[in-house]
């Protein structure tokens, strides 16, 4: 493994992120309903986004795989991102989830392109940082 | 001559291009408008737009990339599947290298008892660029036959010498080249066939002799396992392997065919933890042996060092060479007459010969093939009346009966074949061996590739091969009207005029005056 100690620690910081969620979306909590039903959403959708995230969760953990999680987890954030800035703003509750998302999605961005070897669409960015040196 | 309808790579990939990030706009709309779902596809060409200028504004490694953009992509997975396309699909029986279809067919199906008859004609050329076998009118009858017999040791009077009794030895793959559980299904294949296995140049055998088969211990030019710390040979651990009732004889490499003039190659990626401390090296660099010996820099140095192995081992022990010059092994004959000292047999290698590692260079243009070489040094052998002091093994591609019989024609006792061997494991030629990711498990450490590699069901294999190619080379045999194998000469080969063992070095060599 090249990545050292500090991705792991960016890693279970999303699975953290990812995974507190989980709870209130598999227990149709009434925040979370009313949630998603501003973005038009029903309890197949934030079930479906719940298992996503669980499944991201489980990736990142599982050394070979995690750049996937990290992909999963990105695209995951940049949903959240988009609801945020699209529909349910920042203000009150919304301000603290907003945040942890954006940090989520910062952190999965970061897994990626550190671990890029490992991916197969992106081990060809490998060498950037001599390319800007020598540019 | 551009026609309508035919497509230009170039504007497509610019077309899509273009379209990724316009789908990621469009379905931002529909996500905002229409409905949230449609952000999983927002998502998706988001990330495609922005794999998509990494590809083709900010990396600069890969040209086809900030061409064409992620449809280039398409061209690098081509590429890395190819060899399996072109093996599987579109290469004919006749066309793979080093052994074409047709070839390897021929081992699979005698390592699994199935027989190997085949139909309607040859798929040869018979364009007289071919050596063929001469079947005599008279085909010997099977009671005539005399039992193959070759005692190596003989001609010195060994109370160790060696006697094999089937024409066919496993040849020298080393330990490291191969992973432990292709050695021990070599070794207990060899042990079923009663059939000898060569070491190879990896050290103390180890694995091998975990089997109990007769093992030929290979003395390398690094001499791995009986080494002093500068590369000198150290007596004392080459007698005690040579003390072991499973080493049957020693082999001095000086050169193989794959890479003649140039030492033996282990790749860093197949350097185990225990290949490090059994060879006494460092896992983060190539292994590289010697191109030669340290004691053999001259030709009189080099007999003195066959003597001395032969008087430390007290075992038969020849040495392994494939032929470059012929005026340096006249030179090399002159001496072992002038000091009294033979090896007891001397192994030729073609340089068609395999191996799991070496520059390129040193695989397709160095070294004499086979037939010439073998030639040569029976040739040579003969005119300075030695020929009958020792005796003679050839390899280098030598998987099929027919081939081998040639071998035995131009003068070769006792065959060697490793990649017949290995075929019969179940190689499937993926051209792989050096990167530590063969996908049978027979020459790489990964104990996840090693998995499929089973020794109870391999090792049948092995003596299945032996048994049917001595079948086959016996009835070649009593085909050309001989009784056994050493009756067989170039007379009993078609060997087309201007091609294949003639060589010139020789025949100005032959014509001078005799020493």
Same mark, same amino acid.
């Given at each position: 493994m090249k990545a050292s100690k500090l991705i792991w620690i960016a890693q279970l910081i999303v699975v953290v992120i990812l995974g507190q969620t989980l709870f209130f979306k598999f227990t149709d909590s009434p925040e979370t309903v009313e949630l998603f039903s501003r973005l038009g959403m029903g309890a197949f959708g934030y079930k479906l986004i719940g298992s996503l995230e669980l499944v991201a969760c489980l990736l990142l953990l599982i050394p070979g795989v995690i750049p996937w999680g990290a992909l999963l987890g990105w695209g995951l954030m940049t949903g959240a991102v988009i609801a945020h800035v699209t529909e349910i703003g920042f203000e009150g509750p919304m301000g603290q989830l907003g945040t942890m998302a954006i940090v989520a999605w910062l952190l999965c961005a970061l897994i990626m392109y550190v671990r890029r070897s490992e991916m197969p669409l992106l081990r060809?960015?490998?060498r950037n940082e001599k390319n800007e040196l020598n540019s | 001559m551009p026609s309508s309808l035919s497509v230009d790579l170039h504007k497509v990939s610019k077309s899509v291009n273009l379209a990724i990030p316009v789908l990621f706009v469009l379905f931002l709309g529909a996500g905002i408008y229409l409905s949230f779902y449609f952000h999983f596809l927002t998502v998706t060409f988001l990330f495609l737009t922005l794999l998509n200028i990494f590809y083709q504004h900010v990396q600069t490694d890969h040209t086809i990339l900030r061409n064409f953009? =992620? =449809?280039?992509q398409a061209r690098y997975i081509l590429e890395s599947i190819g060899p399996e396309m072109r093996q599987y699909l579109f290469a004919n029986d006749l066309e793979e290298r080093p052994f074409s279809r047709e070839e390897r067919s021929e081992v699979y199906r005698k390592a699994k008892n199935v027989d190997s008859a085949s139909s309607f004609g040859s798929q040869r050329e018979f364009d007289t660029s071919e050596m063929k076998v001469r079947h005599s009118m008279f085909p010997t009858p099977a009671d005539a036959l005399q039992p193959y017999s070759v005692t190596y040791g003989e001609e010195r009077g060994l109370d160790s010498a060696y006697t094999i009794k089937h024409p066919i030895m496993i040849s020298a793959m080393s330990y490291g080249a191969l992973g432990s559980n292709a050695v021990r299904s070599l070794a207990r294949g060899a042990k079923h066939a009663e059939i000898p296995m060569n070491t190879g140049e990896g050290g103390y055998p180890k694995y091998h002799l975990m089997e109990g088969c007769d093992l030929i211990f290979q003395l390398g030019t690094a001499k791995f396992g009986v080494r002093t710390a500068d590369g000198h040979l150290d007596e004392a651990k080459l007698a005690e392997i040579a003390a072991q009732p499973a080493v049957k004889m020693v082999e001095i490499k000086f050169s193989q065919g794959a890479k003649p003039g140039k030492g033996g190659l282990l790749p860093k990626e197949k350097i185990t933890d225990e290949i490090a401390e059994l060879r006494g090296v460092?896992? %983060?660099?190539d292994v590289v042996s010697p191109?030669?010996?340290? *004691?053999? %820099?001259t030709v009189e140095n080099t007999v003195k060092f066959i003597a001395k192995v032969q008087t430390v081992s007290a075992l038969p022990t020849g040495f392994k060479l494939c032929v470059g010059n012929i005026m340096e092994f006249e030179a090399l004959v002159v001496e072992m007459k002038r000091q009294e000292v033979f090896p007891d047999f001397i192994t030729v290698d073609g340089a068609e010969g395999g191996t799991g590692a070496a520059p390129k260079a040193f695989l397709d243009g160095v070294g004499m093939p086979l037939a010439p070489g073998l030639h040569a040094v029976n040739a040579m052998l003969k005119k300075h009346g030695v020929r009958d002091r020792m005796k003679l093994n050839a390899s280098g591609k030598l998987v099929s009966p027919g081939r081998q019989i040639m071998a035995m024609a131009l003068g070769a006792d006792a065959i060697y074949s490793a990649r017949g061997f290995m075929l019969s494991l179940g190689c499937i030629q993926a051209l792989q061996c050096g990167n530590n990711t063969c996908p049978i498990g027979i020459t790489t450490h990964d104990p996840e590739l090693q998995k499929g590699l089973v020794i109870e069901s391999r090792a049948p294999r092995i003596a299945n091969y032996v048994h049917n190619a001595e079948h086959d080379l016996e009835e070649l045999l009593r085909a050309t009207g001989c009784?056994?194998?050493? *009756? =067989?000469? *170039?007379?009993?080969l078609y060997i087309p005029p201007n091609t294949l063992i003639r060589d010139p070095q020789l025949d100005a060599v032959l014509h001078a005056q005799a020493s």
């Open positions: 060809c960015i490998n | 953009g =992620l =449809l280039g460092s896992k %983060d660099q191109p030669s010996h340290i *004691e053999c %820099d009784r056994s194998f050493s *009756e =067989l000469t *170039e007379a009993n």
